[in-house]
């Protein structure tokens, strides 16, 4: 960690991430996939889904908005041409959408992810994947697990580029154990001195 970044190893890639402040005891280092640039995302994909190719995927899933371009990398890896996206903004197909509760460790309020109801079929009685950018409560990939075993989707695993500390395991419960990822990163608590420490449990 050096002024400010946390240096990170996302499968064969090294980047340096930003330190923001989420409290004045909470600290995380931000990768935000839209600001990675298509070459990281790109390869990151590629990575990502060969480590899902053995679970035999029919589909990919994602949550909006981090995980899009990372699903379709891994959608596109894969030799796959369909993917599915839960939102958490209400949109106007939406509007009879199914739903489930979720909250963000980044995000203040409750929300709901919502999936189309004309996209039920895509996934109902297939092998499912979900990917996201990054698990760190596991409420947003707990929400995710509900909604699509809700409407039928065999969910065979979970990629992430990165996981983050562990309350995400106790969170998943059994769960966890379908977590794979390229990459893993602590959060940071105040160290009394001005600095940071690394916290690998959350």
Do not use: C
């Not at 509007?95 to 895509?122: G, M």
């Amino acid at each position: 960690m050096t002024r400010g970044t946390y240096s990170v190893d996302v499968g064969s890639q090294r980047v340096e991430l930003p330190l923001v402040s989420l409290s004045e005891n909470l600290a995380l280092a931000l990768l935000i996939t839209v600001d990675m640039g298509v070459a990281f995302v790109a390869q990151a994909g590629s990575e990502l889904a060969e480590v899902l190719r053995p679970y035999d995927v029919e589909v990919v899933a994602t949550v909006a908005t981090m995980g899009i371009p990372l699903a379709i990398e891994v959608t596109r890896s894969l030799g796959l041409n369909q993917y599915v996206v839960l939102h958490k903004t209400p949109k106007i197909h939406l509007s009879d959408a199914v739903s489930e509760p979720v909250r963000s460790i980044t995000t203040d309020a409750p929300q709901r992810l919502l999936f189309d109801r004309a996209r039920v079929s895509a996934v109902s009685g297939r092998r499912v994947a979900i990917v996201d950018d990054v698990i760190s409560t596991g409420a947003s990939t707990g929400a995710a697990l509900r909604l699509l075993r809700g409407v039928g989707a065999d969910v065979v695993t979970v990629g992430t580029l990165v996981t983050e500390a562990s309350l995400w395991r106790s969170a998943l419960g059994a769960d966890a154990a379908l977590v794979r990822a390229l990459g893993s990163i602590p959060v940071f608590r105040p160290d009394g001195t001005g600095g940071l420490v690394e916290d690998w449990i959350g």
